[in-house]
């Protein structure tokens, strides 16, 4: 079997990717052995083929042993993703119940309004006394007492309560997927509890190398903190230089996320380039002769994987690191090393650490950008000469900025659901006061210049105000753009057939991908015109309050308890009316009449279009309705002492509405009674929510 030398973890990687995402989606615990048995049956005939390959003249049928080799390529994938998945292992602590765990801290606890949330790795489970090892992650919730704070760090064991359960599912439309993004992280299953419930062992364990990084950091960021007065650009310099994930005001995030320049807030590639660079031009003196030389690239190696350590070595700055390590050894050796290959090796080696990073929205980015630069940028920087030397290098991070966009334009929309317009304009602002952030940073850190760091903060802050006024620009942004799956793939294909076509002059291709393009726009155009025809009631499923949005077009009239500043209506009830398109919303409460347009409220009562409901709560306790008033829902609301029996006999009604304000005892007492008398009934509570399409 042959492959070209150059790319062959190319070849190899597609197969491994698509072997890990079908061992996520499908697979079960039950299927390592039958992977193992497999591998090795698919290894042996490999083995035995290139064993004798001339005598039994495989070249005869290589096409065949090709495929022998992508399905043991996809069949490794597959087993290294079943095995790194922990709720398929016999010793998982979540298959049974235990009465304490022990678990060890797994990462940095962040402190949010008195709640202390962070991972831990459990190392072993008591039952009647008696110790047993188990594995698994948990995430906890741990409510901090303000008079007696406790401080965690991490590797500390710990006893706590075995309280646990399974993480709960988006339940409202759009919603962020917490389950999913844990899932993807390897965590199944979350506990919130107090101080009470936990006993700190004043012991340690964990990685010593992790350890050392988190506390390194730690002293890093205290020295940003001494010599950084504006909370902003503390938080802006301890981001963007050691990855540590300050509080950064929603007005600076929303400011590098409308300009297309989050990426310098990610301690990612183009970090570890500007390390390189640096350290590079600093010890070039090194390059007259050859053993110094190759000293000088072990040198800047190890500092570069010294600072992706105390960054957390996240996906980006692995990916960074590994290919720079591979480049500086290849030129240390002088050997020629394909860039495309460089990169498969580099996300092979991270997915054989981890194959959950292939969920990883930093990590699929990452790469993909970086496919961007190596593929597009040389194309798009030939479109125009340009004879002056600086104009030249304008033209060159133009390039750059194009190509990386483009690269991840299908997947920036889809997460992140916006597309910034001035992206060239917003990453040639920050490149040079990226560069001297980056380097000052540093500077700081190691050489000990504190004098320079009032410089750095002016720098930060004349930064953070030159995006907030490209943001503020007119047209800055195209936001809520909701693609689903197949819309992303379409796209995704699209583009790239046309960028191919472009570069290689196919117009079939061409044309090909412009059929796709306009039948995506068509669809974009299709969902636009529902919108603006769109009748509908969205019940919105909440832990302690209520929502429901009464939608005509654009327009929604929201009855809440909740207001725009609340996280909960911005995590839980924004998106799903961003999704639909709804642009003026009208907050109104309980108590409040309304009569707007085809919406009117009055004393407890709704018409919306022809859909009625009746509003019943503790105003309606030990009263009689009279009339037998026929509706299309009864909405039940702060516990009502009414019973299922007499609303029937006193209303007419089809559907039965309960939301989260009423206690959990009255809301079963309520379920009860509906089953009783097989009436349709949902609870806008830990299930999904109610949507109600009039047209």
Not at 66 to 85: D, E, M, S
């Amino acid at each position: 079997m042959t492959f070209k030398s150059e790319i062959v973890f190319v070849r190899i990687l597609f197969p491994f990717i698509a072997g890990i995402v079908c061992a996520y989606l499908f697979g079960k615990g039950s299927l390592i052995t039958t992977c193992l048995i497999a591998i090795a049956l698919l290894l042996s005939y490999l083995f035995f083929i290139n064993l004798f390959y001339k005598k039994i003249k495989a070249y005869n049928f290589k096409g065949a042993t090709g495929v022998v080799f992508y399905i043991f390529c996809f069949a490794l994938g597959g087993l290294l993703c079943l095995l790194n998945t922990q709720s398929f292992r016999k010793d998982y602590y979540a298959n049974q119940s235990y009465d304490y765990l022990k678990v060890w801290v797994n990462g940095e606890p962040q402190l949010t309004n008195n709640i202390l949330r962070f991972e831990v790795e459990v190392s072993s489970v008591y039952q009647n006394n008696k110790p047993k090892f188990a594995t698994g992650k948990l995430l906890i919730a741990l409510k901090i007492d303000s008079l007696r704070p406790v401080k965690l760090n991490y590797g500390d064991e710990l006893i706590i309560a075995s309280k646990y359960l399974p993480i709960e599912p988006s339940y409202n439309p759009a919603e962020f997927d917490f389950k999913a993004w844990l899932s993807s992280k390897n965590i199944y299953q979350q506990t919130f509890i107090n101080q009470d419930h936990l006993v700190n062992l004043k012991t340690s364990t964990g990685n010593p190398i992790i350890k050392y990084a988190i506390e390194e950091r730690k002293k890093q960021v205290e020295i940003y903190r001494h010599f950084i007065k504006n909370d902003e650009a503390f938080a802006v310099a301890s981001t963007l230089v050691l990855g540590y994930r300050a509080d950064l005001s929603k007005e600076t995030l929303a400011a590098y996320s409308k300009t297309g320049t989050i990426h310098a807030l990610s301690v990612s590639g183009s970090h570890i380039a500007i390390i390189f660079f640096l350290l590079n031009s600093m010890l070039s003196f090194l390059d007259r002769k050859k053993f110094l030389m190759i000293f000088k690239l072990f040198f800047i190696c190890t500092l570069i994987w010294y600072y992706s350590l105390l960054t957390g070595f996240s996906s980006s700055v692995l990916r960074s690191a590994i290919m720079i390590t591979i480049f500086i050894l290849a030129k240390a050796f002088n050997r020629n090393s394909n860039n495309y290959n460089i990169l498969a090796f580099t996300a092979f080696t991270l997915l054989v650490y981890n194959p959950f990073f292939i969920w990883d929205v930093g990590f699929q980015l990452s790469f993909i950008s970086v496919f961007g630069l190596i593929y597009l940028q040389p194309k798009i920087y030939k479109w125009i000469y340009v004879k002056n030397k600086w104009l030249d290098k304008i033209w060159s991070a133009v390039a750059l900025s194009l190509a990386a966009q483009l690269a991840t334009f299908p997947l920036s929309v889809y997460y992140f659901h916006q597309f910034p317009m001035y992206f060239i304009l917003g990453n040639l602002f920050i490149l040079l006061p990226l560069i001297a952030m980056m380097y000052l940073g540093i500077g700081i850190l190691v050489l000990r210049v504190y004098f320079l760091a009032p410089i750095f903060e002016w720098i930060i802050t004349f930064t953070n105000n030159g995006l907030k006024w490209i943001a503020d620009l007119p047209f800055s942004g195209i936001t809520s753009i909701w693609l689903s799956e197949w819309q992303l793939l379409l796209l995704s294909l699209a583009l790239l057939l046309l960028v191919y076509s472009l570069v290689n002059y196919r117009k079939k291709l061409l044309v090909t991908s412009i059929c796709l393009l306009l039948i995506f726009q068509s669809f974009s155009a299709y969902y636009k015109i529902a919108a603006a025809k769109q009748s509908k009631i969205l019940f919105y499923s909440l832990r302690k309050n209520y929502a429901a949005a009464f939608i005509d077009a654009d327009r929604a009239i929201l009855l809440t308890d909740l207001s725009p500043e609340d996280k909960n209506y911005q995590f839980f009830v924004q998106p799903a009316l961003d999704k639909m398109q709804v642009v003026d919303v009208l907050f109104v409460n309980w108590e409040q009449d309304t009569i707007v347009n085809s919406f009117v409220k009055f004393k407890k009562q709704i018409k919306f279009h022809q859909y009625s409901i009746l509003m019943i709560d503790e105003s309606f306790n030990y009263k009689k309705i009279n009339g037998l008033p026929k509706f299309n829902a009864v909405w039940l609301h702060q516990n009502p002492k009414k019973d299922i029996s007499s609303l029937r006999t006193e209303t007419i009604f089809s559907t039965l509405l309960i939301d989260a304000t009423n206690k959990d005892y009255r809301i079963k007492a309520y379920e009860d009674g509906a089953n009783k008398f097989q009436l349709q009934h949902y609870t806008l509570k830990k299930n999904k929510a109610y949507l109600i399409n009039l047209k």
